[in-house]
C-alpha cells in the first residue's frame, strides 16, 4: 500500500509529467535494445533506440558516409540504423531483395517522392499501377532506337554538339572577362544538355534550355556565394527543390506532407514555383499536342494506355527530372575526374582517335571509355543512399541473420560502390580496375570481377530498377567521347580537390555547382 501511495503522490505533483516521460523513455529504450525482433543486430546505440538518429543524418545530407563508416566500425554486413530499419552491405542480399519474385515491396519512405501529390512510375508502390505505365513507354528504352537517337543525325547527339558548342563560347567569354583565372560552371550546362537531351528523345520536342539566357552574362554578374541561385535554367528551382527535399524524405508521409505546407505557407519560394510553373507549362503543352494514334511519344504512349492527360502531364514532370539530374551528377563526375587526371583523359583521347576510323564504331564496344563511364556511375551514383524495402511477413535471412517481416531494408549504392575489398582506393578515379589489366594488378579473381559487376547498381536493380537506364547510360557514353574529342576540357584544372555530395536520397552536388579554370 505504501508504494501505491507513492506513486499516487508522485503522480499528482508538478513534476508528474517529467518523471512519466523518463520513465517511458527507460521503458522504451530497454525494449528497443534487449527485447526488440531486430535487437541480436549491431548498431549504433541511439540508432537503435529512436528514429531521430537516422532522420538527422538524412537531413544533414551525411546519411550514407555515416552508414558505411558504421558497417566497418561493427565489422558488420548487417547493421540496424533505426528502430525498425536495417542496413546490409554485402551485394549478395541483391537478389533475394530487389530481384527474385519481383523483389520485396517499397517501403513507406516512396510515399513522399510523389509529384504533386500524384504517384508516378518512380515513385509508386502498387506494382499494377506501375507495370501498366512503364510497359507502355518501354518500347522508347530499346537499345536500337537509342543507339539511332545517339547517331549523327539523332537528338542525343545534336544535343552534345550544342553542349559542346556553348561550352566553348562560354569558355571563350570567361577568358575574356578573367584571362589570368578563367571559371565556368560546368554542372549548370550539364543540366541544360540533359534535359534538352530526354525532352527531345521521349516526348519529341526539347525543352529549349540551351534557347534560354546564355550562362556568360549571367552568371559573371552573380556574385560567387549567390550563383547557385541565379537561373540558369528555368527548370533547375523544380529539380533542386526534389533533391532537397530528400532531407525529409524518411519522415511518415502525414509529417513529410504537413511540414511541406508549413514551410511552404511560411516561407513561400517565389523562385520554386515560378520554376515549376515552366516545367508543367511545357509538360502540359506536349501532352496536350500529342497524338495517341499517330506519334510515338512518352506522352502519347500514355495516352493510348489510358492514363488521363492530368496525369500524363505528371508523369511528363517526373520523367524531366529524373532524366536531368541523375545523369548531370554523372557526367560531371567524369568529366570532373578527366580534368583532374590528365593521364586518364590523354589515353581516353588516343582510343577515340584510333576508332575515328570507323564512324560506325559503337561508342559502347570501346573499351577504356566503357571503364571510364563505369568508374563515372560507381562515383556518381543517381541515388546513394538505400532502396529501402519492406521484408515480407516470414522475414529475411543473410549471412546467418534473420530479420523479422515488417522490417525496413535495404542496400545503399554508396556502400556498395566504396566497398575496398572490391573497389581498392574506392574514393579514387580508377577505370582501370574495370580492365583486365587493373584486374590482375590488384589480384582480383573472376569470382571479385563478378561480385564488381553485381555489386555496381547507380540506377538500382531488378523489376523496379529506373526504366530510363540505358537511355542515361547511353547518354553518357556519347556525351563523354564527344567532350574528350572536341578538346573542350583541355588545360583545364579543378577547383576543389574533390566533389562534395549531398547524400540525400537523390544525389546533388554541393551548392548546386562545380566550377573548373583555366589559368594563364
Known sequence: MTYIKVFFSALSSPSAPVVLFVCATVVVSVHRLFLHPLSHIPGPYLARITSLYLYTLCFLGIECHVLENWHRRHKASVLRIAPNAVSISDGAALHPIYTAGGGFPKSARYENFKVGGHDTIFSSRDTTYRDLRAKAVAPLFAMSRIRAAGSDAGIIRRCVDRFVERFETEKADAKKITPEAAKIDIMGLVYKLMMDSVTGYLFGKPYGAFEEQPLSSAVARVPSSSRAKSSTMSALPFIFAIVEAGRFSLLPNWLFSTLNVMMDRLSPDREFHNSLDHVRDFATSVTHDADPEKDDTYQSRLLAAGIAESETVIQCMAVMFAGTDSTAVQLVTIMFHLVQNP??????????????QDPAVDPQTLPYLRAVVKEGLRLGMANPARFS?????????????????????????????????????????????????????????????????????PFSTGLRACIARNFATYELFVATKAIVESGVLEGAQTCTKTIELEEYFNVGIKDHRLEVQWRS
Open 389 to 457: 524495402r519492406t521484408t515480407p511477413p516470414g522475414g529475411f535471412e543473410i549471412n546467418g541473420i534473420h530479420i523479422p517481416g515488417g522490417t525496413d531494408v535495404g542496400l545503399a549504392p554508396y556502400t556498395l560502390h566504396h566497398n575496398p575489398e572490391l573497389f581498392p582506393e574506392p574514393f579514387e578515379f580508377h577505370p582501370e580496375r574495370w580492365l583486365d589489366e587493373g584486374k590482375g594488378a590488384t589480384t582480383h579473381s573472376e569470382r571479385q570481377s563478378k561480385e564488381m559487376e553485381r555489386d555496381l547498381v
Open 343 to 356: 593521364q586518364i583523359h590523354t589515353r581516353l583521347k588516343e582510343e577515340l582517335r584510333q576508332s575515328c
